[in-house]
């Protein structure tokens, strides 16, 4: 799908934040992904127009971030960290369980479309090893027990996790009257006026 | 089921994080203990990240006090304290602000929240508990430096501290602390978040601001060597990290001089540290930079009380992934940069990795050096390869599958990706590891893979060979001369 009309008014208002629009293309990509789960070849196209990008550039440049997903996955993106801190307190046996317990390899998607199972990289929660994310939220000092609590709850919609793509569910939004103002770097070649007064340099 | 740790078998009891021990509930991970708090003070209330709470206890009065302040004498302050870059490594953030160039403006302030170095868990605390000290800080920063335009760039996977971000900069500029004419006065800068998308080497500040213009996070070629000079959109540009400008609000209201009543005279105020790892009670705790040392953070009552139950310390990494490892010699080293340098390693981004000693050397090496395999950008040969051929080779040794001269091509590998001198027959552990690292690479990421193989190889080097030659040895296939492949 492409952007829907609520998603293209979001897209201006980011775009008008940055100097340069090719600036929002990673906010954007992350919206697109919001509105479907995963990055679709429409909306891709679509965000390139608005940032002034071709297709293959949005395609090139989104391949290189992990978090950018070409194809569905699902509901819960289930990510178990295994980094030193995890490791060192069992942080590859909770992925090994997290993946015997919901019958999929790594990287794998369960048959109802309900989980994706990944190994994560450090994910800053090294002193509450070992630890998870499900669609980026975390889950701490996570015991086999714990793991297949959390998964009866995440079926049971206990959790209140959004479906993958959501991240923050509070976004930036700035009045147009309290914008300090936002100019290409050609425009903004003036020493600010606080500056100014102070008779510092130009 | 059992055997504890990174020899395998599921790791039990935890420790305990019941209230009482320290741990605040609504801060997992933080550990409120006696000492001074500079950044981590407003922590203690459960609502620390409204405005409410911000304003009610002293938020954005660092602000007003730099208003009161020429821009160049806030500037003075952040340099008479000594502030010390809390990102990795260690630049005084005062003199890096120095180098922008006069006259070509725009300028810009990037603030690297990407936090994502193995065992680093301080930046994210700071998002989500404390926003508005944050901002406050940009604030101070920008004004300082004649900006208009600031950056908060947000790893893409701290959902939560998105959230928190994004409600205290519509909080901020509702009530007029952020956006145009900031408490009135003709100061006028626009904070906006960014968010990254799951990619450790953004953190690298060329990357990040490849990054924030819309692109794939490769390091750019150096020099110039500071973002200073050239940055984003080409422009003079400012990187700082989360917690070096979490300092400047308390800074700005008390003082250099009070700043530099704590601490050390060369690293002064305080640090956040994370120390995870094989402990009694792992936290990330708000300690007096310069003046404690890793015994008294590992062992002391007030930090960690010791290494979890009936174990004994076997080895530590002293500031992230991409330091070299430490050992029991180097318990009394001070927390301070230079002390920490001269014995071949850096506190780098405030991470300790505690190991005791269940842990496999060869298999926690293996870890880490996967970790910077996957996160190469593949911009350059030696970081790119190399680290592949790290991880493969080192997993190879952890299957059985090792072979004799595995030792000697990981340093070899190693010394193409960051020059020796690795003497080789150096397995007593007496020589430490160079630091910092030359490298043939564009960035010290790919240095930072060989710091964890060369550190275990220099103390293990029995344990690699023992699991060297319990192998069967290769067999050889023989093709006969003239056979078709
Ligand atoms: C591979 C690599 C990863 C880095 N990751 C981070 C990071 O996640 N957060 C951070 O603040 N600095 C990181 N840095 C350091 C930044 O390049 C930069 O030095 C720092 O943000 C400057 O801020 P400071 O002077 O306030 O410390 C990284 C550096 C390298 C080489
Ligand atoms: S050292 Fe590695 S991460 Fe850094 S630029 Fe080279 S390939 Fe990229
Ligand atoms: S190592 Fe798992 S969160 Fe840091």
Request: with cysteine.
């Amino acid at each position: 799908m492409t952007l829907s009309p609520a998603n293209e008014a979001l897209a201006a208002e980011i775009i008008g934040w940055f100097p340069r629009p090719r600036s929002a293309l990673i906010p954007l990509l992350h919206l697109a992904q919001a509105q479907d789960g995963y990055l679709t070849d429409e909306a891709m196209r679509r965000v390139g127009e608005l940032v002034g990008a071709t297709p293959a550039e949005v395609k090139g440049t989104a391949g290189f971030y992990e978090m950018f997903r070409f194809e569905p996955v699902g509901t819960y993106l289930v990510n178990v960290c295994t980094n030193i801190s995890c490791l060192l307190w069992g942080g590859e046996e909770l992925l090994e369980h997290a993946c015997e317990s919901l019958d999929v390899e790594v990287g794998g998607t369960t048959d109802d479309g309900m989980f994706t199972v990944e190994e994560a990289e450090c994910i800053a929660a090294c002193t509450e090893a070992p630890c998870l994310q499900v669609n980026y939220r975390y889950r701490g000092r996570v015991t086999p027990a714990d793991f297949d609590q959390l998964i009866e709850d995440l079926r049971a919609g206990r959790t209140g996790i959004a479906g993958h793509g959501v991240l923050a569910q509070v976004r930036q939004s700035i009045p147009a009257e309290r914008l300090a103002g936002v100019f290409p770097p050609e425009q903004a070649r003036e020493a600010p006026v606080w500056l100014a007064r102070n008779g510092a340099d130009g | 089921m059992g055997t504890p740790s990174a020899t395998g078998g599921y790791p039990a009891p935890l420790p305990d994080r019941s209230a009482g021990a320290g741990y605040l509930q609504h801060a997992p991970g933080y550990v409120l203990n006696d000492g001074p708090k500079l950044v981590t003070g407003r922590f203690v209330h459960e609502d620390s990240f409204t405005l409410e709470r911000s304003v009610a206890t002293g938020g954005y009065e660092g602000l007003r006090a730099a208003l009161e302040m020429t821009p160049a004498a806030v500037h003075d302050e952040v340099r008479a304290a000594t502030l010390l870059g809390r990102g990795g490594a260690g630049f005084p953030a005062g003199v890096k602000w120095g180098f922008l160039p006069p006259g070509k403006r725009p300028y810009y302030l990037v603030v690297n929240g990407d936090e994502s170095e193995p065992g680093t868990y301080k930046d994210r605390l700071l998002m989500e508990r404390d926003p508005h000290q944050l901002i406050e800080g940009c604030l101070i920063a920008c004004y300082a430096l004649g900006l208009q335009q600031c950056f908060l760039y947000v790893r893409g996977e701290m959902a939560l501290a998105q959230e928190r971000i994004a409600a205290a900069l519509n909080d901020a500029y509702a009530a007029g602390y952020v956006g145009r004419g900031i408490c009135g006065s003709d100061f006028s800068v626009d904070i906006v978040m960014a968010w990254g998308a799951g990619a450790y080497i953004v953190g690298e500040e060329t990357a990040l601001i490849e990054s924030l213009e819309g692109r794939r996070g490769m390091p750019r070629l150096k020099p110039p060597y500071f973002p200073a000079a050239v940055g984003l959109y080409g422009q003079p540009t400012i990187v700082n990290n989360v917690e070096t400008l979490s300092n400047l609000p308390w800074l700005m209201v008390n003082g250099s001089d009070a700043y530099k009543g704590h601490g050390s005279e060369s690293s002064p105020g305080t640090r956040m540290f994370a120390v995870s790892g094989h402990l009694r009670r792992p936290g990330v705790y708000e300690v007096e930079h310069g003046v404690t040392t890793f015994r008294e953070l590992i062992y002391g009552d007030n930090f960690c009380r010791g290494i979890r139950e009936g174990h004994e310390l076997k080895m530590f990494i002293p500031g992230g992934g991409s330091a070299p490892w430490f050992f029991e010699d180097h318990l009394d080293l001070p927390l301070e940069a230079r002390p920490v340098g001269a014995a071949g390693s850096m506190l780098g981004s405030g991470a300790i990795v505690i190991m005791d000693d269940t842990t496999d050397a060869v298999r926690a090496a293996w870890r880490v050096v996967k970790f910077f395999a996957r996160e190469s950008c593949g911009k350059c040969t030696p970081c790119r390869e190399g680290t592949t051929w790290l991880e493969q080779i080192l997993r190879r040794i952890l299957d059985g599958e090792g072979r004799p001269s595995d030792i000697d091509l990981l340093l070899d590998i190693g010394d193409n990706i960051s020059p020796g001198p690795y003497p080789v027959a150096a397995h007593d552990g007496s020589e430490a590891v160079p630091f910092p690292p030359r490298q043939t690479t564009i960035c010290p990421l790919g240095p930072s893979a060989v710091a964890p193989v060369v550190s275990t190889i220099r103390r293990f080097r029995h344990e690699y060979e023992a699991k060297i030659t319990r192998r069967d040895p290769i067999p050889i296939e023989v093709v006969p001369v003239g056979a078709s492949q």
